[in-house]
C-alpha cells in the first residue's frame, strides 16, 4: 500500500513537471509565431499573448505544493528555472527556497534583491532561515536579525551557532509542554485552546517550573487513558532525548531504530531548549546520502544546468589528482617495458588483473563505509572484519584467478602464463580487500569524510600494484 501511494506520487510529480515544461514550450512556439507573422502593432500583440502564456503557467504553478515546484525549478535549465521562479507568488518565495537544493537555491537567491530575501527569510520559522542563511548574503542576514523579534532572533543566533551536522543545526522551538501535576482533561483542554499543533506532534513535552525536562506524554495515552488521571502518573519517564551537540547521524539512527517521530532536545543542566523531528532527520538523511554519493566521485553539490565553467572547477581537484596517481601507475608499467616487449601477451592480460582488483575493492570500501555510517563498525569487531574480507578475497581469488588462468592458458597455449595470471589475481584481490577496509578506518581515524575521495586512492592502490604484481610475477617466471 505504501510503495504504491509512494509510486503514485513520484507520477504526479512526474506529471506536473512534464505539464510545466509543455506550457514553456508552447509559449515559446507561440510567441515566436506571432513574432515571425509581423503585422500592425506587433508588440502589442506580442506582449499579449506573453502575458496570456504567464497566466496560464502561474495558475498551474499555484496549484503545487512548494516541494513540488522546488522538485520542478531544479530540473530546469536556468533561463527557464529564472522565468519560473518569477512566476511563484512572493509568500511562497520563503517555503520554496527551503525545499530546493543548496546549488539550486544560490541561483534564485542571486535574483533576488534584499528586499525580496528579507520578505521570504521573515515568512519562515527559525530553524528554515538557519537551513537558508548560509547561502544569503552578509548583509541580508545582518538586516534579518535586527527586524526579527528578541526570542526569534535569540533562537536564530543560537542555532547558527552549532556546527552544520549536530542536533541543534536540525532542531526546532514548536513544542507543547505541560506540568505533571494536572490531569489528562487540563491537557485537553489546553491543546483545545491552541487550536493549531506543531507537525509532526505524537507526544506533549512535561516540565517542572525551571523547564527542566522531566518526562513524556504521548498522545495516545492522553487519549485513550481516564480523563481524572494526571500526567505524572500516565507520562513517560525512560524516553529518547538528545543534547544540542550530539552527532546528526547518530540521531538519525536513534529515530530509525526506535521509530521516533519527534524527541526532546535537552541542554547540559536538563532544560528543554528544542526537539528534533522526522522531517528533519528525512531531509538530513537524504542531503547526507547525496553528499556522499558525489564525494566517492570527488565531487561537491553541482546544479545540474550550472555553467561549464562552474561545472569544470567543481571537478578539477579529483582530476587532478587521478592525473598524478595514473602518471604513478604508468610510471610502474615503464618499469617493465622490456618484459612486456619481449611477450605480448601482458599488455593484453594486465588491465583485467587492475580492473578486477579495482571491482572488487570498491564492494570492500563500500561496505566499510556504510559499517561506519551506521556505526557498526568497533574496535571489538574490526579484527574479525579483517578476517572475513580476506577470506572472502582469498575464496574469490582462487575461483576467479583459477578462470582467468585456464582463459590465459588456453588463449596463448601457454600453461606458465596461465599460473602467473591466476597467483596475480588472487594477490590483487588480497591487496584490494585491505586497502577497502583500510583506507576508510584510516580516514575516519583521522576525522575526515571516509566517502570523500576513498574511491580515488582504491583505483590507485588496486591499479598500481594490479600492474605491478602482474608485470613482476611474468618477469621472474616467464622471461
Do not use: C
Not at 293 to 314: P, Y
Not at 404 to 421: E, H, I, R
Not at 423 to 436: I, S, Y
Amino acid at each position: 500500500m505504501t510503495e504504491n501511494l509512494e509510486n503514485q506520487s513520484q507520477d504526479d510529480l512526474e506529471s506536473h513537471l512534464a505539464q510545466v515544461q509543455t506550457l514553456l514550450a508552447k509559449m515559446r512556439l507561440v510567441e515566436e509565431l506571432v513574432h515571425r507573422q509581423g503585422g500592425p502593432r506587433q508588440d502589442l500583440v506580442e506582449n499579449l499573448v506573453h502575458k496570456q502564456n504567464l497566466a496560464e503557467l502561474q495558475r498551474k504553478l499555484d496549484e503545487l505544493h512548494p516541494a513540488d515546484v522546488a522538485y520542478i525549478l531544479e530540473t530546469l535549465p536556468l533561463d527557464e528555472r529564472l522565468l519560473v521562479w518569477d512566476l511563484v507568488k512572493a509568500e511562497r518565495d520563503g517555503e520554496i527556497l527551503v525545499e530546493v537544493s543548496d546549488s539550486v537555491r544560490e541561483s534564485l537567491i542571486q535574483s533576488m534583491d534584499k528586499a525580496e530575501l528579507l520578505a521570504a527569510a521573515e515568512s519562515l520559522d527559525t530553524d528554515e532561515i538557519a537551513d537558508i542563511a548560509p547561502d544569503l548574503p552578509h548583509d541580508v542576514i545582518q538586516e534579518l536579525l535586527y527586524t526579527l523579534d528578541t526570542q526569534k532572533r535569540a533562537r536564530l543566533q543560537s542555532t547558527l551557532a552549532y556546527p552544520e551536522d549536530t542536533v541543534g543545526a536540525l532542531m526546532d522551538y514548536e513544542m507543547v509542554t505541560i506540568r505533571a501535576d494536572v490531569t489528562l482533561e487540563v491537557a485537553l483542554r489546553y491543546l483545545r485552546r491552541l487550536g493549531e499543533l506543531p507537525d509532526q506532534l505524537d507526544k506533549l513535552f512535561v516540565v517542572d517550573r525551571d523547564d527542566e525536562l522531566i518526562g513524556v506524554l504521548p498522545l495516545k495515552r492522553l487519549l485513550t487513558s481516564d480523563p481524572d488521571a494526571s500526567v505524572a502518573a500516565v507520562m513517560v519517564e525512560d524516553f529518547v532525548k538528545f543534547a544540542p551537540e550530539d552527532e546528526a547521524h547518530e540521531a538519525a539512527q536513534a529515530f530509525e531504530r526506535y521509530d521516533l517521530v519527534m524527541a526532546p532536545v535537552v541542554d547540559a543542566a536538563g532544560t528543554l531548549i528544542g526537539r528534533l523531528t522526522i522531517d528533519a532527520v528525512v531531509d538530513y538523511i537524504r542531503e547526507s546520502a547525496d553528499f556522499d554519493m558525489l564525494s566517492m566521485a570527488g565531487l561537491k553539490e553541482e546544479d545540474l544546468f550550472s555553467t561549464v565553467w562552474r561545472a569544470a572547477k567543481n571537478r578539477w581537484m579529483w582530476l587532478a589528482i587521478n592525473l598524478a596517481t595514473a602518471f604513478v601507475a604508468s610510471r610502474v608499467i615503464g618499469a617493465f617495458e622490456g618484459s612486456i616487449e619481449k611477450l605480448a601477451a601482458l599488455a593484453a592480460l594486465m588491465p583485467i588483473i587492475a580492473g578486477i582488483g579495482g571491482n572488487s575493492g570498491n564492494q570492500t570500501i563500500t561496505l566499510i563505509i556504510r559499517g561506519l555510517a551506521l556505526g557498526h563498525i568497533t574496535q571489538a569487531n574490526a579484527r574479525r572484519l579483517v578476517v572475513k574480507e580476506i577470506g572472502v578475497a582469498t575464496l574469490n581469488g582462487l575461483v576467479w584467478g583459477s578462470a582467468v588462468g585456464v582463459f590465459a592458458w588456453l588463449l596463448y597455449d601457454n600453461p606458465a602464463l596461465g599460473g602467473v595470471m591466476a597467483l596475480a589475481m588472487l594477490l590483487n584481490l588480497l591487496v584490494a580487500a585491505l586497502a577497502g577496509i583500510f583506507i576508510p578506518l584510516t580516514l575516519e581515524r583521522v576525522k575526515r569524510d571516509p566517502a570523500i575521495g576513498s574511491s580515488v586512492l582504491l583505483t590507485f592502490i588496486t591499479d598500481s600494484m594490479g600492474f605491478f604484481i602482474f608485470l613482476g610475477l611474468a618477469t621472474l617466471l616467464l622471461l
